[in-house]
């Protein structure tokens, strides 16, 4: 595996400087994904909240027509 890094031209401060950045990519990907996770589940939250407060409403408006 080395071999071919060296047969292509990579030195070691190349393959040092890839190495580095992979931790970097994994923290970066993850935080993304977070990110994308909590704002998928407050829009969630707040339909649900939506839908809620919209379904107190039509009981009320209902016991107060009858």
Known sequence: MLQWFFTTGWSW???K???ALIPIA???L????GHYWTQVHAWYAIKEEY???NA???REEKATDK
């Open 26 to 28: 994994v923290l970066l």
């Open 51 to 53: 839908f809620i407060r």
């Open 56 to 58: 107190k409403r039509e």
């Open 30 to 33: 993850a935080l993304f994904i």
């Open 17 to 19: 400087i890839v190495l």
């Open 13 to 15: 401060l190349g393959i």
